[in-house]
């Protein structure tokens, strides 16, 4: 049997040929995105065809964030949403006194360091924004703001890794649910902006689509085309 980690591996694999098919899902999924379902059609009332008229709903922002997305530093107190996840109590208990905390317009950023934090600050805010035009989500159905945990270097991921038992403990940076867990400097080649957008695409769609999930192939193979497409237009 292979284990769960080579499993995913393999499924990267073959979702690679697929991602062509992604891009028109992705020009199509505007239409749909406005039931809130997509990409789970919703069950009619008992007996009844769907209307062949969409219902009304509010424009998506066709306006991309500022390239200096503003980042404000914030006392724990001051934060927009305290409610951590069971791994984001994990990771604030690693030297607790050295986080930091930041806040923008759509996310809670935990940091090490102010200047990487600033950075993904900037990229996020910008793939959010993407991510939600293609899907043609409107600024409700994402309201709420994710955490995002920075860590440190390598060797802070990787002890953290371990005491989080995290069944991927070759991976650099991930996602659970709407949260994201950050080593950007993970790979020895620099800041991996490609990364980022791939990790944050899974954050977003989880924040659209609450208690869905997506099949593994179109999960991992629509936030590969996203952190392409990210990349071509920012």
Known sequence: NQSASQQRICSCEIVRPVVATLALLGSCASSFAQTKDWPFRAQS???TLPSATPASSPLTNSTPPPFGATMRQKSWDQLANRDISYVGSQALAMNPRGW???ETENF??????????????????????????TLGATKEQYARKSHVYVFQDDNEWRIFVKEAHHQESWSHSFAVRDDLFLNV???GKGFESHTLAHETTHAVVARIYRNRHWPVWLSEGFADYMADACGAVR
């Open 45 to 47: 009332p008992a007996g």
């Open 108 to 133: 809670i950023i935990h940091y090490r360091n102010f200047s990487d934090a600033l950075q993904i600050a900037r990229e996020i805010e910008f793939d959010i924004w993407y991510v939600a035009k």
């Open 100 to 102: 930091y905390h930041g």
């Open 185 to 187: 400097h993970g790979t």
